[in-house]
Each structure stands twice: as C-alpha cells, then as structure tokens.
C-alpha cells in the first residue's frame, strides 16, 4: 500500500542523491574559478544523467533541461522545450503555482499532472531543491520521473481494495434483512458507484414478464419506456450479457429514448443463481452511461461476482418469502380445518375461507358460490380488496362456464376480465373495484361440483403452477367443510325435529341426554312419572334418578358408557322420583348422532 512517492524513492534513490551531491558541490566552491569550472561539469553531468532534470529561476522560467527530461516530455531539442511556457506543461496550472510558492522553503517533492508535446498527460514526480548559481541568482534543480507506470499499479490497489470493500457490503446487506426493495437499491448504488455508472437499473423476473424493480438516475420519461417486457418481446439491447458503445451520432441498437436520455455505453447482465447443476434467472441488471466507452473489458469481469451476489440477494429473499407464504397456506387450511372440526355453520364457513385468503397469496378478491341440485347459484359471499364482505352476488357465470364447472370439474381462468364475456361483473355491487383476471376452482365432494371458488385480481396476473395447485387443494379443503356444514345443519334440523315430536308425545316418558349424561329435553310422559317439570330438571345429569347405591357402585356411568359404546341399552331397577319415592322402571336407549333417547316404562 506504498504511495507513488514512497515507491518512487525505493526505485531511484540516486537521482535525489545526485541532486543533493550537485548541489552541495556548487555551495562549496571556493573561488570563482572553482565555481564556473563546477558549473560546467555539472551541465555535462545532467545531460546525461538518466533522469528529467531541469534549471529554472525563481519566476518559473526554465533555463536549461536535459535530454532524458526531452524525452519524457516528447520534445525533439531544447529550444523547442524552452518555447513553451512552463506553466502550459502542467495539466493543472495551480500545480505550477504552488511549486513556485512553496519550493523556497528548500527541498520539495510532489506528484503532478503533466503535458506532452502531443496533449498526452503522464504522472510525474517533481523533486526541487533550490542552490546559488556563479552569479549569485538563486536557481532551483528540478528532477522530474515519469510516475505513470506507479501511479497506474497504485490505482490498480486501491480500486482492488473498494472492490472488495464494495462486496463485503453487498454481503452484508444480503445477509442482514429480508427487505427486497432496500436490498435491491442498496447494491445497485454500490455497484454504480464502484463502476462510476449514472444509471443503473435491476429488473427481477416474475410471471413471465421482467419488471424493472429498482433504478436510480433514469428520468420518469425514460422508466415508462423501459418498466416492464413480456418475456418473450425482450428488446435486443437487453439480451444476453453484453457490453454495448454507441455515440449518440450513430444508430445501431439503441432505440430512441436511449438517444434521447444522452446514454452512449451501456451493459445488460442476467442474474442467475445455480441450484443442483441448474441455472435459475431471477432478473437482469442494467448499467448505462453518458459517456462513451464509459465500461471497459476490466469492469465488466469486476462485475461479475457482484451480479452473482444480487443474484443470491435476490433468490435469498425469494425463498424466504416462499417459507412465509408456505406458512400462510398452512394457516389458511388450517383455519378451514379448525371451521370443520367445530362443526361451523355454513355461513361461518363461507366467511372463514373468503376472508383468510390474503393478498400475498394472489387473490385480491375471493368469493364462494354453492350450487343448487338445479345447476343455479343457492348462496353467494364475496370479500372485497378494501374488506367489505357483500352477499350478493357481484357478477354472473354464463351457462357455458357454469357447465364447465359441473361437467369437466377443471378450472378456469381467465387472463383478461374485459376480454371475455363468460363472467358479467355487477360494479354497483362490487362498490366500483376493477377486477381484471380470474381463476375459478370447482369445490368438487364425490365427484359432484358443489360450488365454485372464485378468486380475482386488481392487476392482469398470470397465475403460477404453484398459485393453482395450492388453490385446488384448498378448494378441497373448503368443499369438505361446505359439505360437513351442509350435513350438520339437516342433522340439526332433523334433531329438532325429532325432539319437537318427543315433547308433544304424552303416552310415553321420553326424554335425551347429551354424550355426558345431562338431561336436554324432557316430555310430558317423563313429567307424570317422574314428577320434574321441564325447567327443573333439563341440565342436570341422569343419575339423579338413581339411588345412593347405585350411584356409589358407578352404575350410572356404567350404563351410560355401554349405550354410548352399544348405540342401545336395556335396563331395569328401583328408581328415584322428585318425592323421593322410587318404583321399579325399565329403561330403553338408543343413540342417535347427536344425543341419546331414553323411554322408560314403569313395571
């Protein structure tokens, strides 16, 4: 990590040497004669000395050069050196300036930009150091080293260093959050800064479309031109890794916003990640300049670990949303689960899948319609994107897609709403959302479609493999649980029938239980014999009609386990009335799905 300066004085230490020799000889001499005959070794020595040396006076003016300093500067002769002022020499006139400024204070060393004969510019390092000429006029020895070779392998350093600081960062921000957006515009300012790029664009694959995700430096005007391609109308100047350099003044794969945005270099790079042997692409990254020739063959191969860094950036938090969203379908099966094991009624289903399908998940409408027996809608409930859950129905199915549902059992989708005329949106209904693409999935039990699952989107989709076939499994899910409720509201109805017809029975003591022997209807037959009104004794448990031994024998449980276990139960024994009297009772039990029947008859 030596500077030019300090490489300078490892490789050609002799010529500052020889500067403080010649020097110090000259302030030594004596006499006159001494001095002029010093002063005319001294110019024979450093015309051949092989190193740029010059003599100049304290007002800049250049009086004597050598050979070696001809050369460096390109200059056939002395007098054609001399022609030139010495300030028009340095690229940066101020550098002149502050040479002449600070060299009287002695010997002074410092790297400037300098001019050829031709315009080329060369790094030198200028060493001066004042002495006293034969005439007593201070004069200044200048030792000028082309540098260029040392400045170009210290740039090389250091660029190599911010290249590896570059990609630590890059790591770093990949590896610390999941946020795709910041990630995204954090490494893409961190490659344009590396590559002294104004603009830079990634686009991230997604639904067979490319979809310029991040960007920085592009106008408005530009963007729209450039936000999104279908994958398979990709314009050339974005295929393939590339680096293109047009001027302006030429036409070749630029288009014309290219021309009209001023960019003459640009380069386009897929971003890929490698799993099991097998390249993935997940986006492409654009880099453009206004000046031409602005890449070179060495930045393109800087940046290809970067672009493989984005490319696992990118992937990286893909999978994490993948996990999370993987997640959010277990919760939403689960949720549908949890709907049929506690026996939910059919509206409670119906809300519970239509309002726990999230957005993420690709649907950012959801609506459920049941089918009669006649092929017509029977019930319908729809959640809205704003949340607003409406039961009524929002659109209307033609005969031909209704059919497609009952009969084919496949799904539907639909890529373009206003395109296809099967589906007839109510907007009053929808309270003005513009749904755009559809994807219907029959609710199929035994082979019999039992309704329809509806999802639909704000913005044209094109749903994936895996959108689909979780979908499908849901609508499995949800038709068991819509044909569960289904059974459960008729076996409720049917209950409640059955137990209106026990309660208007007099001739016979009728009454039912629940699974854990509490008493749950009570007609006027049990009233007469056992002497409980209905409000007494409904909620309290069977066994107290036993007697203290029997209850203390278990016989209660007993019996009530085997009419559980048997679906029927016969018994007889003394049985205790409201008075406390008991009478000899026989005791019949059936279970039905639900409760357990009990008639009694006294002996």
């Known amino acids: 990590s030596m500077t030019a300066p300090e490489l300078s004085e490892e490789f050609i230490p002799s010529v500052n040497n020889l500067v403080a020799h010649i020097s110090r000889a000259l302030e030594l001499a004596e006499t006159h004669s001494m001095q002029l005959k010093a002063e005319d070794?001294?110019?024979?020595?450093?015309?051949?000395?092989?190193?740029?040396?010059?003599?100049?006076?304290?007002?800049?003016?250049?009086?004597?050069?050598?050979?070696?300093?001809?050369?460096?500067?390109?200059?056939?002769?002395?007098?054609?050196?001399?022609?030139?002022?010495?300030?028009?020499?340095?690229?940066?006139?101020?550098?002149?300036?502050?040479?002449?400024?600070?060299?009287?204070?002695?010997?002074?060393?410092?790297?400037?930009?300098?001019?050829?004969?031709?315009?080329?510019?060369?790094?030198?390092?200028?060493?001066?150091?004042?002495?006293?000429?034969?005439?007593?006029?201070?004069?200044?020895?200048?030792?000028?080293?082309?540098?260029?070779?040392?400045?170009?392998?210290?740039?090389?350093?250091?660029?190599?260093?911010?290249?590896?600081?570059?990609?630590?960062?890059?790591?770093?921000?990949?590896?610390?959050?999941?946020?795709?957006?910041?990630?995204?515009?954090?490494?893409?300012?961190?490659?344009?800064?590396?590559?002294?790029?104004?603009?830079?664009?990634?686009?991230?694959?997604?639904?067979?479309?490319?979809?310029?995700?991040?960007?920085?430096?592009?106008?408005?005007?530009?963007?729209?031109?450039?936000?999104?391609?279908?994958?398979?109308?990709?314009?050339?100047?974005?295929?393939?890794?590339?680096?293109?350099?047009e001027p302006l003044s030429k036409s070749g794969k630029a288009p014309d916003y290219f021309k009209r945005e001023g960019i003459q270099t640009w380069t386009t790079a897929p971003l890929k990640f490698v799993e099991r042997d097998k390249e993935h692409l997940v986006g492409i990254l654009i880099l453009g300049s206004r000046r031409y020739k602005a890449l070179s063959k060495q930045d393109i191969d800087i940046l290809k670990p970067l672009r493989e860094h984005l490319a696992l950036a990118i992937e990286r938090v893909f999978r994490f949303r993948d996990a999370e969203l993987r997640l959010v379908r277990l919760k939403v099966l689960r949720e549908i689960d949890r709907a049929i094991i506690n026996k939910f009624t059919l509206k409670d289903i119906l809300d519970t899948v239509i309002s726990n399908i999230p957005r993420e998940m690709g649907a950012d409408a959801v609506a459920i319609s049941l089918i009669k027996e006649t092929q017509q809608t029977s019930l319908f409930s729809m959640h809205l994107p704003n949340g607003t859950i409406i039961d009524e129905e929002a659109f209307t199915i033609a005969d031909s897609l209704l059919e497609h549902f009952i009969r084919r059992r496949e799904a539907v989708i639909?890529?373009?709403?206003?395109?296809?005329?099967?589906?007839?949106?109510?907007?009053?209904?929808?309270?003005?959302?513009?749904?755009?693409?559809?994807?219907?999935?029959?609710?199929?039990?035994?082979?019999?479609?039992?309704?329809?699952?509806?999802?639909?989107?704000?913005?044209?989709?094109?749903?994936?493999?895996?959108?689909?076939?979780?979908?499908?499994?849901?609508?499995?899910?949800?038709?068991?649980?819509?044909?569960?409720?289904?059974?459960?509201?008729?076996?409720?109805?049917?209950?409640?029938?059955?137990?209106?017809?026990?309660?208007?029975?007099?001739?016979?003591?009728?009454?039912?239980?629940?699974?854990?022997?509490?008493?749950?209807?009570?007609?006027?037959?049990v009233e007469l014999m056992k002497g409980y009104k209905a409000e007494e004794i409904i909620g309290k448990h069977f066994s107290c009609f036993y007697t203290k031994e029997d209850i203390k024998a278990g016989k209660p449980e007993h019996e009530l386990t085997n009419a559980l276990k048997d679906g029927l139960f016969k018994g007889e024994g003394w049985r205790v009335r409201k008075d406390g009297s008991v009478s000899y009772t026989h005791l019949r039990a059936h279970e039905t799905s639900l409760h357990l029947v009990c008639r009694l008859l006294l002996e």
Do not use: C
């Open 41 to 245: 070794n001294y110019r024979e020595l450093i015309k051949n000395i092989p190193a740029g040396i010059a003599v100049s006076t304290p007002k800049g003016e250049v009086i004597e050069v050598n050979n070696t300093l001809l050369q460096i500067f390109g200059y056939n002769s002395k007098e054609e050196f001399l022609k030139v002022a010495a300030s028009d020499h340095y690229y940066d006139k101020a550098d002149r300036e502050k040479l002449i400024a600070v060299r009287k204070k002695g010997q002074v060393q410092f790297e400037a930009h300098l001019k050829r004969k031709d315009g080329s510019l060369f790094w030198g390092l200028v060493t001066s150091k004042n002495h006293k000429a034969s005439t007593g006029e201070l004069q200044f020895l200048n030792v000028v080293q082309d540098i260029s070779n040392l400045k170009r392998f210290e740039e090389k350093i250091l660029f190599q260093q911010e290249e590896l600081a570059t990609r630590a960062r890059v790591i770093k921000t990949t590896l610390s959050s999941f946020d795709l957006d910041n990630n995204l515009n954090s490494i893409l300012n961190e490659i344009m800064s590396l590559l002294n790029i104004e603009y830079g664009g990634i686009y991230l694959y997604s639904e067979q479309r490319f979809v310029l995700r991040a960007w920085k430096g592009v106008s408005d005007e530009f963007r729209a031109q450039i936000i999104s391609f279908p994958e398979n109308k990709i314009p050339d100047w974005m295929k393939d890794y590339q680096i293109i350099q």
């Open 414 to 525: 639909i890529s373009d709403l206003s395109q296809d005329r099967r589906l007839q949106m109510h907007h009053k209904r929808i309270l003005g959302n513009q749904l755009v693409s559809y994807l219907g999935m029959p609710l199929i039990v035994k082979n019999h479609t039992v309704g329809i699952l509806h999802l639909l989107t704000t913005r044209k989709k094109i749903f994936a493999a895996e959108d689909i076939d979780f979908f499908h499994t849901l609508a499995g899910q949800a038709a068991i649980a819509i044909e569960n409720a289904k059974m459960l509201e008729e076996l409720k109805k049917s209950e409640e029938n059955f137990r209106l017809l026990v309660e208007g029975v007099k001739e016979y003591a009728i009454f039912m239980l629940d699974p854990e022997g509490h008493i749950i209807s009570w007609n006027s037959g």
